[in-house]
C-alpha cells in the first residue's frame, strides 16, 4: 500500500471533463490528482478532427486536443497517474478512498469523471470481428469503407450522425432498426434521408454478424420483428450506433445514479447525493454529451469542490450544502 497521503482532490477520469476540472483545481492551488486510466483521453481518443470545440476554426485531431487539455492542466502543478482505479470507496463528507491495484489514495474530496462508453448488442460476432468490420465509431472508422456496403445499427441520432458521415465514403448503407418509428430528432433523419446512398431497413433486429473467409464481417443476420423471418444482409462494414452506457460501475451503489446508470447531480450543480462527491461529463450527461459541455461541466466541478473544501472542512459528520454552517474537522483531515 501507498503511504497514507490525504490529497485535497482526486479526479477520477481523463477526458475532457476530467482535465478541465485539474486545470481549474490546479490553478486554485488544490495540486489535484487525477487517475486519468491507462487509456487516457476518454472517447476523444478514438476520434479524428474535432470541428465543433470552439477555439479550433482549422479543427483538431482528437488525441491531440486531449494531449492539449493534459498539459495545459500539468502546467499549473496537476499530477496525473497512468493507471485504472480498481475499486473506489466513497465516504459521506469524509476521507474518499481510490483503490489502484495495491495502492490506495485518499482525497478530502472527488470528482467523477469516468466518462461513458458505447452500447452493444451483445450478439454473437461483435467482440470477435471488432476491428474487423464492426465498429462503435463511425467517425473514426468511417473512412476506411470507401466504396463498401455498409449498415449501421440503430434508431436514435448517434445512428443518423453516422450514417450520414459514413455515407460520404460508402456505397451503399442501410440503417438498421429494430422498431418503424425512430427515437431520433427529424432533422437528423430527414438529413439522413436525403443522402441517395442511405436507405432504411425496419423493423430488424440484428442476431449475429456473420465472418467471411477472410475473418472480416461478410454479413449482418437479422431477424424480422414482425414476422420473425430470418434473412442476411450481406456488408463490408457494420456500425453499431445504439447509445451509450455512464461509466459508472466502480461507484454502483454508492452514489445516487438513474436507471441506466448515470449519476445523479443536483439542478445547476456537480454535487452528489454524497458530500465531497462531484461528478461530471458524460457519467452524468445522458442528453448532449459534447467534448464543450463535459468540459463546461468540469469546470463547475472543480469550482463545487474548491469551495466545499474552502468553506466547510471536510468531516465524516458533515453534511455540506452552500451557505451550510461549517463543521468540525476530523483528526484524519486536520492540516
Ligand atoms: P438513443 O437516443 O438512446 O438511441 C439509441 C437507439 O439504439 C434507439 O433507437 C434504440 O432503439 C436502439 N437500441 C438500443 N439498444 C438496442 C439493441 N440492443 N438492439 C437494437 N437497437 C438498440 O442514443 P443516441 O442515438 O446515442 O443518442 C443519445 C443522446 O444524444 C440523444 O439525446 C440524442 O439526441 C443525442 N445526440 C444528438 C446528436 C445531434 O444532435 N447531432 C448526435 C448524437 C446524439 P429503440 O428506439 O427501439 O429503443
Redesign the pocket.
Known sequence: MSENKVENLIILGGGPAGYTAALYASRANLEPLVIEGFQWGGQLQNTTDVENYPGYPEGIMGPEMMNEFRTQAEKFGTRFLTDDATRVELSEGGVQRVIVGDDEYAAKAIILAMGAEP?R?GIPGEMELAGRGVSTCGVCDGAFFKGEKVAV???????M?DSIFISKYASELDVV???DE??A?KI?LDRAAEQPNISFKTPY??EEFVAGEDGKVRAVRLRNADTGAESELEVGGAFV????IPRSELVAGQVATDDEGYVLTDAGSTRTDKDGVFAVGDLVD??Y?QAVTAAGTGCMGALDAEWYLRDTPPSPEAHWRPGGEPVEVAPELAH
Not at 153 to 159: E, L, T, V
Not at 241 to 244: D, K, T
Open positions: 452500447r448488442l445499427i440503430g434508431g436514435g441520432d448517434s445512428a450522425e432498426h429494430r422498431r425512430f427515437r430528432s437528423m433486429v440484428p450506433a445504439i447509445g451509450h445522458r442528453t454529451r
